[in-house]
């Protein structure tokens, strides 16, 4: 019995020890298996976290990337814009230049107008003198000073030119003078003297102008009416000679003719058109040229007071030119 009881003991003390045995590697196996848990899931939460890491990086890079792809651009585009500035400011500007630049036109120059001055007498004739002073004072050298004074107020002005019919101390026949005035083109004729009384019994002073009696138009004429151009320079000078001082002369009967002298010719001669001729010579050939053509008698040298006045100094008859080129230039423009 005792051995039966001992016997049971040992038994259980046996399967005690084995199942503390078994208790404990079970135990053991569970805490390795939890270690390994533990480890495992360390490990994916390490490669979780790195997966993470190197996926924010990987946005932050695609980030930084697309900044830089759209700084790039934005670039780009700004370079773009400000090229895009630069050329509309250039072509702007080119605009401006071709829209401000001056059209070049050909210049169209007025017609030249040709005035021929003519110095009355010169060599051998005198024309009228008289003695002041104890010299003798000749219509010739007074004509010259006038008409080359004259000459220089008119070139004064644009588009003149001017020819003179003697330049020195020569004579010309009346008919080459208008020849040597139609051969060199002129568009006018102006003969410069100065005048004396017609008789004794007349104190004659003032001014007057010779012209045409005839409305005679020759074909070659160069302008629409010689008479009309003769007329309108004629008062024009008249006019201008006034203002300087020196009246209408009282001669010849040109106080009632506006200071105007018309003369027939005396021995029947008639224009192509039947109208009577003129009396005068130059302005016979200048009226059958188509040239308008006149006579300035300044002022009378047989009067002391027009002498005093108006031809006794270069100023004086400076004066008359200056006057006289006014007058013509105010006629033909």
């Known amino acids: ?55 924010a990086l990987e946005e932050v890079a695609e980030e930084t990337e697309s900044t830089e792809e759209e700084t790039t651009l934005e670039n780009v585009v700004a370079e773009e814009s400000v090229d895009a500035a630069e050329e509309s400011k250039e ?10 630049e001056p059209e070049v036109t050909e210049e169209v120059k007025p017609k030249q107008i040709v005035i021929c001055i003519d110095p009355g007498h010169g060599g051998d004739s005198e024309g009228t003198k008289q003695e002041y002073d104890g010299i003798l004072v000749m219509e010739k050298n007074l004509n010259y000073r006038i008409a080359t004074s004259l000459k220089w107020y008119l070139e004064q002005n644009e588009g003149v030119k001017v020819i003179l019919t003697r330049n020195g101390d020569y004579d010309l ?35 007057m102008v010779l012209m045409s009696c005839s409305r005679y138009q020759p074909s070659n004429a160069k302008v629409a009416s010689v008479y009309d151009s003769e007329m309108r320079m004629a008062k024009s000078i008249i006019s201008k000679l006034n203002v300087l001082g020196l009246p209408i002369a009282n001669d010849w009967n040109t106080e009632n003719t506006g200071g105007i002298l018309q003369r027939v010719t005396t021995v029947g ?25 006149i006579i300035v008698e300044h002022a ?3 009067n002391e007071g027009d002498y005093r006045n108006f031809l006794s100094t270069n100023e004086k008859l400076d004066a008359l030119a200056k006057a006289d080129a006014e007058a013509i230039i105010e006629s033909i423009r």
């Open 269 to 293: 001669e008639t224009y192509p058109d039947g109208s009577p001729a003129d009396y005068y010579t130059l302005l016979y050939c200048g009226t059958k040229a188509g040239l308008p053509s």
């Open 173 to 207: 026949s009346l008919s080459n003078r208008i020849k040597y005035a139609v051969d060199n083109n002129a568009d006018y004729f102006v003969s410069v003297h100065v005048n004396s009384r017609s008789t004794d019994e007349v104190d004659s002073h003032g001014c």
């Open 91 to 100: 072509d702007t500007m080119a605009e401006t230049e071709v829209q401000t």
């Open 300 to 302: 009378f040298l047989s």
């Open 1 to 55: 019995m005792k051995k039966k009881l001992f016997f049971c003991m040992v038994m259980v003390t046996i399967c005690m020890c084995a199942c503390g045995k078994k208790n404990a590697a079970t135990d053991m196996e569970s805490s390795h298996d939890e270690t390994h848990l533990y480890e495992s899931q360390t490990d994916i939460s390490t490669v979780e976290e790195t997966t993470q890491e190197e996926t």
